[in-house]
């Protein structure tokens, strides 16, 4: 049986808050992958980022970015699921709504707008909800995340179900944040870690003892007997 891994990057299998990759996890993953098995990143960050991660990582070649609105399958092959022109207008009422609100200085996005974490989102939230219903706005813990309505994690997962050939029975997905439920919702097993927030625990199958990097390695090895086949 071929297992899809649907994991995480930032507070998942990065250490030390700055985006640095905890090799542990990526070693572990890599295994994973060189035993047949897929590892798909899903990530807040771009698709691109994602993308390149994993192929300088050793453990594939497709990603989903944007949280869930961009997939990406090659330097230039992209598939956009969500509408960055709904989401540059939301962003343009908020500015003009909350003034200081900034853009985050990340890598180019395709499908979603950016904001460093330094507003109100209760009030921006309500803002949204009134003015601009047709996107919404989250918190990764890495960004402030305009998104359409309609994508998330879980809606990435799903384009991995229609069109890329895995199966959501045999699909784990580990995180970290509330921006991961939707994709433990979608997944046949759902993995928290120890650093998630208490809704994001809530809504999975497993919840490990460590945080970050080393709760996925120690995920992994609690995985380890389905992924051999032995259970």
Known sequence: ??????????GTIT????????????????????MGHRVVYVTGRSSVEAYVL??????????????????????????LLGDIGACRKAYQTLQEQMPGMREKAVFP??????????FDME?????IRTMHPEV?????????????????KGRGLRELYSEHGAER????????????????????????????????????DMVTASPGGDGVVEALQRLAPRLAGDA
Request: net charge negative; charged share 15%; glycine share 14%.
């Open 1 to 10: 049986m071929r297992w899809t891994l649907a994991v995480d990057i930032d």
């Open 15 to 34: 250490e030390n808050g700055n985006g640095t990759i905890h090799l542990g996890a990526l070693g572990a993953l890599r295994s994973v992958a060189a």
């Open 54 to 79: 994993s192929m300088f990582g050793g453990t594939g070649g497709i990603a989903v970015g944007e949280n869930g609105g961009c997939i990406t399958t090659g330097p230039a092959s992209h598939v």
């Open 109 to 118: 996005r395709m499908t979603e707008v950016v904001l460093e974490r330094t």
């Open 123 to 127: 009030e921006a939230t309500a803002i």
């Open 136 to 152: 919404t706005i989250s918190d990764s813990g890495y960004a402030i995340h305009i998104n359409s309505r309609g994508i998330d």
């Open 169 to 204: 029975a045999c699909t784990v997905a580990i995180g970290d944040s509330g921006t991961d439920i939707p994709m433990f919702l979608e997944a046949g097993l759902s993995v928290a870690l120890a650093n998630a927030p208490e809704r994001a625990a809530e809504s999975a």
